[in-house]
């Protein structure tokens, strides 16, 4: 019988990417951390960032989503439980993030005098994710619940040692007893989306002082957390409660999870639909307040789809220069054919300018500029959230039938990269909020503006561009209707301040040319050829470790 070996003879395969480091190995996220938080923060980042290139956590990333978790509604003896069954390395990418601070640890860290707090949490959070995007989600919601609880001192102070611990401590217990906390949210219902004001769910007031909740949550993200933050309505409108899983006294919370949501994205993290009956709850702020108190959180959830956006870019960008730089065909390797080349520089520059502007936003947190993160984090989230499907589909291509199949990692990249779009505000939601941002607070566009006019005169098609934002920003006519077109220019003029000032001339000048200039078209790869594209691609490969 003919041996049938010599086929099966691997000559022209890429090797698996492992060994590298996503943060310090990344020199636009790297440079980007020390510009704003100094070299001691990205060193502090080095054991996590070898970890995050590791074959280890690949491992943990895939079999996480290859096993999803599981409802169990009862035990054996007929009672609700209501508890959620995740594959053991969920636990260990989770654990993995709340120790390394990419929880709620910030916000205590910057009380104790941390300047750059949050710049390091971002850029431990932009590198780890990369490894798998799923455990994300309740990892961004337990750092940004800690704010809004702020508007309550009393809860805050029960609630927030957890929240802001570097311990993970899975299962529900009491949450003062536990030595960590993880933190939900659960907003949207049935007939509402976004529209949060239409929302059905009722509270009642007790003589207590808490209250009590009854309806519906149609989608409410990580419903295995110990705390929540939810709309309801009072007399006074819509109101913001917190809602944890376990009561004082030890018992369990009415949190009945009806299924798991079968969602397109991530598998590892659970979504679910939650019903309330006579749910013990106490309220966040000021009755009729819920909408402010719960933008608290949303504000630092859409920091999270930003960067989660541009991990997203920087992770599919780093699997297709891995690729061509391994993948020779015909007569060359991919990464030395003209073609390529433009391809993987303009997803390089898409890369670097993402990744600029979200680590600028964590920088603002640091500063306490909220009025410019206010606008700029809006601005931001419309445009990096959009951009992604079509880079990631762009990289997949890079690597062809290849990049098709589940085990290169690109399957899993595509299916998540609309979900940071639609998540805490979808396209449209988001440009209107732009329009509503700079419309209530002549500060936001003055903070955003200044650090436009950074750059002004470092190149014309900047200054051009500048310019017709301005123009659209003063003509009245129709603002909602071109909301999305200004929010977009908004944030590529944010985008080419940031690397007109910081990045190398061949990375400002291929962005300006491109995203500026008429030299795009909105598809990838059209770069003009004065572009350097070899030296971009050459700075935006991950060096390893």
């Known amino acids: 019988m003919p041996s049938m070996s010599r086929t099966h003879e691997v000559t022209n395969q890429v090797p698996p990417l492992i060994g590298h480091d996503p943060i310090a190995g990344d020199a636009a996220l790297a440079e980007a951390c020390i510009r704003h938080a100094g070299a001691r923060t990205l060193e502090s980042l080095a054991g996590l960032g070898r970890l995050a290139g590791s074959e280890q956590a690949q491992e943990w990333g895939r079999l996480a989503n290859e096993n999803p978790p599981k409802l169990r509604t009862h035990d054996r003896y007929g009672h609700r439980v209501d508890e959620v069954e995740f594959h053991p390395y969920w636990h260990d990418l989770m654990r993995t993030a709340v120790e390394n601070g990419l929880a709620g640890a910030p916000w205590a860290a910057a009380q104790a005098g941390d300047r750059h707090a949050h710049v390091r949490r971002a850029v431990g959070y932009f590198g780890w994710t990369q490894v798998e995007m799923g455990h994300g989600c309740p990892t961004t919601m337990t750092y940004a619940a800690v704010p809004a609880l702020r508007r309550s001192p009393e809860l805050a102070a029960r609630f927030e040692p957890g929240l802001t611990a570097t311990a993970y401590q899975f299962g529900l217990a009491e949450p003062t007893g536990k030595r960590g906390l993880i933190a939900g949210m659960g907003m949207t219902e049935k007939q509402g989306g976004s529209d949060v004001r239409a929302n059905t769910t009722r509270a009642v007031p007790q003589d207590d002082g808490s209250y009590r909740l009854t309806g519906h949550k149609w989608f409410t993200s990580a419903p295995m957390s110990d705390l929540f933050l939810v709309l309801a309505q009072l007399e006074e409108g819509v109101s913001c409660f917190a809602v944890p899983r376990v009561l004082p006294d030890g018992s369990r919370n009415v949190f009945r999870l009806q299924r798991l949501k079968d969602k397109l994205g991530d598998r590892s993290n659970a979504s679910t639909e939650v019903e309330f009956e006579d749910t013990a709850a106490w309220l966040v702020g000021e009755p009729g307040r819920g909408v402010p108190a719960i933008i608290e959180m949303v504000n630092m959830t859409r920091l999270d789809c930003v960067l989660g956006s541009a991990a997203t870019v920087r992770a599919a960008l780093t699997q297709a220069i891995h690729h061509a730089r391994h993948r020779r065909a015909f007569g060359a390797m991919l990464v030395d054919q003209p073609l390529m080349q433009n391809v993987l520089a303009d997803l390089a520059v898409e890369s670097e300018a993402a990744t600029a502007l979200v680590v600028r936003l964590a920088a603002a947190v640091d500063a306490g500029e909220s009025a410019f993160l206010r606008l700029a984090g809006a601005a931001a989230k419309y445009w990096v959230c959009k951009r992604t499907p079509g880079v990631v589909a762009e990289a997949m291509e890079v690597l062809g039938g290849n990049g098709y199949v589940e085990e290169s990692g690109l399957p899993r990249l595509y299916r998540q990269s609309p979900l940071n779009s639609i998540w805490e505000g979808s396209g449209n939601v988001i440009a ?63 985008q080419g301040s940031l690397l007109l000032r910081h990045a190398p001339a061949a990375v400002a000048d291929a962005f300006c040319a491109s995203r500026l200039g008429g030299h795009g078209g909105g598809v990838l790869g059209m770069l003009p050829a004065t572009a350097a594209v070899g030296a971009i691609v050459e700075r935006a490969s991950i060096v390893t470790v």
């Open 432 to 494: 209107l909020d732009v329009l509503r941002a700079m419309g209530r607070s002549s500060d936001t566009l003055a903070a955003v503006s200044a650090e436009i006019e950074l750059a002004r005169g470092l190149d014309h098609r900047f200054d051009d561009a500048v310019k017709r934002l301005h123009d659209e920003l003063g003509d009245p006519d129709q603002l909602p209707f071109r909301a999305r077109r200004i929010a977009g220019q908004l944030a590529l003029c944010l």
